[in-house]
């Protein structure tokens, strides 16, 4: 006999396609052939390669974990330090991504972290780190976390969870380790090697790891699967036909089957086949899952948003974009700064923030600082003592910061303040205590503080007329709120609450408005925001004696763009061009929505298609 009989096992187990484990009734490894191997990744094939080694001290390593303390070998918070992490509000299940010295102070790790609750599409790290160009990007959406030294890409992609990791050498910042298929399997988990543990070397040439005579927990841990392999070993029946099952990450499709003699347990089988396909499939339905759950995300957080701010009227992204920002307002105590035009709502959007916050049983104080004459506006915002100055009442008074106290004071047209009394607003945000007028003790108020303006205060800054150190003070948390001209969609929205509304307070009937009418509100450029919508509703309102709204009651002045200008056509040729732009427009408006754009035009079907044809729109 030229072979014995390991031999031909081994020779026979190898050319078999499909991943054969055999283990003994202690679970040792007896049969592990190179099917099993590649599937598990203790064959390596990688293209790039690198030598057996470990972390040392002052090694720059590099992560992306998409869900920490899942398939890393548990990795925390803790074992972050020895990078430098020392960020107790990182949590398990925390998508991570950071780079950063190992075992060397000094130079402070780069990182960042996201909630699996407030996980988006990607979690994205950028750094020059040492001069090297690092890049990390974890695409939930696609399950893939990719780390970039230099512009040299190290991917891995996943089911669940993975923590992937790329090692640079202290001394020639060169790659001396990057994460690859099979590492639990191979004990290179990112805990594992930031614990000290070795890696095996990668590339063509490395000795395959001999898996045979060890113990088949030392392969694989924390996999059911295997658990149940060993069981079936140790005497229980448990066995598996074909069953989809994940080991170490991995999906496979198992046999699992007693090896008995003489009516005895001697151990078991394990078959697994390597089904990439189906993992591709399955990837692709992940992937068109992740697509649902995100357009749901959205659908839901459009809903939250509406009725966070039921108040607060407008669907457009720009109004989303400032419901967002105020529902994050509302969940902090900093100061917050409301921008935008006079009438684009302000006023509305502060009181609705403080409605949605801790303090909204607290008193919301609402001083316009623009309309109180500039003399009394300090005895006003803080109080004075009894006889401070003449006129004073004789008991002294107390002003809108103390009436303000454990709620919100809303410092409307801040932009107006003098300087002299920025400098005590100054100190009051600071120190959160102020004096009144005349008076000589320190008092000392819990405010939330939430300013407006419509002045662009860094150009009052640069004129001298705003103080810088206010100014930043101030701009901690600022939300802009865009002209009603540039989210012409909400009008729409916003009408539809109005009308009803204005009706009411005007004491007439319902009214309703006509598509021609709502269209013209769209042409105008609104400088005076949703307030001039309101006033040219309630005008129209009082001027319209039917039940309906029409162009005639709608008191604006619409300056068509005149493209016209200087060429004198026929009448036809004018009426022709302006029902092919009032077309478009209406189209437009309702993003194509034929049904609501005919509707609007006040046209039938068969005209509006016909009108379509002859415009060519
Ligand atoms: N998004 C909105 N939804 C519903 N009503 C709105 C909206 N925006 C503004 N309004 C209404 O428009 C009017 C003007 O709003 P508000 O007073 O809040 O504006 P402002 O920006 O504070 O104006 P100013 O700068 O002149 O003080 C109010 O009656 C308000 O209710």
Redesign the pocket.
Known sequence: MLVNSDDYVKLFTDIMSEGLMVIDNNGIIQIYNNKAKEIFGIINNQQISHDGGKINRGDIVIIGDNSLGRDDGDLNSKSLECLGIRDKNIKKGDGLVAVGLYKEEGIPPIYRYVRPENMEDTLKLNAKFLGIDIRVVIDFAHKVITIEVDGEKYSMSYMNAIGHMVVLDEKTKKMKFYQSQGYTARGESINELLKGNDFRAKGKDNTILDVIGKDIFEIHKGSSTIEDFYRVARGENITYVDEFKEINGIPTMCTLLPVDKDGKRIGAALKVEDISEIRRVIKERDKALSELDKIERQLNEEKLLKKAFP????ESKE?NQVKRLAVKASKTNSTVLIL??????????AKAIHDNSKFKDKPFVHV?CGSIPATLLESELFGYEKGAFTGARSGGKIGFFERANGGTIFL??LGDIPLNLQVKLLQVLQDKSFYRVGGTDKINVNVRIIA?T?KNLEEEMVAGRFREDLYYRINVFPIW?PPLRERIE?IYP?VE??LPKICKEVGVEQKRISGEALNLLTRYNWPG???EL?NILERAVNLSESNTILTKHIMIYVKEKDNRRGKITTLKEAVMSCERDAIKKALDYFKGDKKKTMKALGISKTTFYEKLKKYRI
């Open positions: 108040s607060f009227i407008g109004i935008g035009e006079s009438g684009t709502g302000k006023t509305l959007l316009n409307d047209e407006a419509n709120i909400d916003l609450m109005l925001n949703v307030r309101e």
